[in-house]
């Protein structure tokens, strides 16, 4: 009997049931009429009890020395003990549980612990922390850039367009959006549309972005992003690069046989 619970909470093809039912449910109770469902949040209940019953079981077995070797156990740890929260709710009396609902759904995030199933997975998460340090630089650059941008796009069109430009740190945001090309063509627009009839700021507005557009939005972000891929595939360039050199010395050796004959 007691083997059979314990097969029951390792089963790792269950477990990830579990999680994606309870996103199911969580998702469901995100609706207004749902979120107070007395059957739903019996269910969610069942689901941080389980998972509960599932971290001690797994202690109880070897240990919590052995249970913390393992990276994924430290993460499911972590996510289980700040979703008990959810389970005040059973003993005491909360007038609002929307601010329970994070703790709920940081549970879900336990999916993330299957991914060790994904093929060549370690050799694409060392190929991301690759990627980033070696784009670490380019990023901070983009950076510093943005700010000097927001602290000169402040002085030159708060007036004009305060919403977008009325201090540093909305201006910030303003010109990462230009970075981004996401939209950005009505910044300008707005700033010109509100130059009461000055005859130079609509000319200095485009010239600006521009210049933004195609040192951070095009050439910037490009820069990173290329660095960003060429880490990550760097291992397939190593895997071909010993393929061909192993060919040129297969070739260089049956030339040399052939000059012999």
Not at 54 to 62: F, N, P, Q, S, T
Not at 83 to 96: A, K, N, Q, R
Not at 197 to 220: C, D, Y
């Amino acid at each position: 009997m007691i083997s059979r619970i314990v097969n029951f909470f390792t089963n790792e093809l269950l477990i990830a049931t579990a999680i994606m039912l309870n996103a199911v449910l969580l998702f469901l109770m995100g609706y207004k009429q749902l979120h107070h469902n007395e059957l739903l949040m019996l269910l969610d209940h069942g689901f941080t009890i389980f998972f509960i019953f599932e971290l001690v079981i797994k202690v109880g077995m070897k240990g919590w020395g052995y249970y913390f070797e393992n990276n994924w156990n430290k993460f499911d740890f972590f996510l289980v003990l700040i979703s008990i929260p959810s389970l005040f709710v059973l003993l005491i009396e909360i007038p609002d549980l929307s601010y329970l609902l994070v703790f709920r759904l940081l549970r879900v995030m336990r999916i993330l612990r299957f991914m060790r199933f994904i093929p060549n997975i370690r050799k694409m998460v060392s190929g991301i922390g690759r990627a980033f340090k070696a784009s670490v630089f380019v990023l901070v650059a983009l950076v510093i850039y943005n700010v000097l941008l927001a602290i000169l796009s402040t002085y030159l069109f708060r007036d004009e367009a305060p919403e977008m430009f009325g201090n540093p740190a909305i201006s910030l945001y303003s010109i990462f959006q230009v970075f981004t090309l996401e939209g950005w063509n009505d910044i300008p627009a707005t700033i010109i549309a509100n130059s009461n009839g000055s005859a130079w700021k609509p000319v200095l507005t485009r010239i600006f972005f521009f210049i933004v557009v195609l040192s951070g939005g095009i050439f910037g972000m490009s820069i990173m992003n290329a660095i960003f891929v060429d880490e990550m595939v760097m291992d397939n360039n190593a895997g071909l690069e010993n393929k061909v050199d192993e060919l040129n010395k297969k070739v260089d050796a049956l030339m040399d046989e052939l000059k012999k004959k």
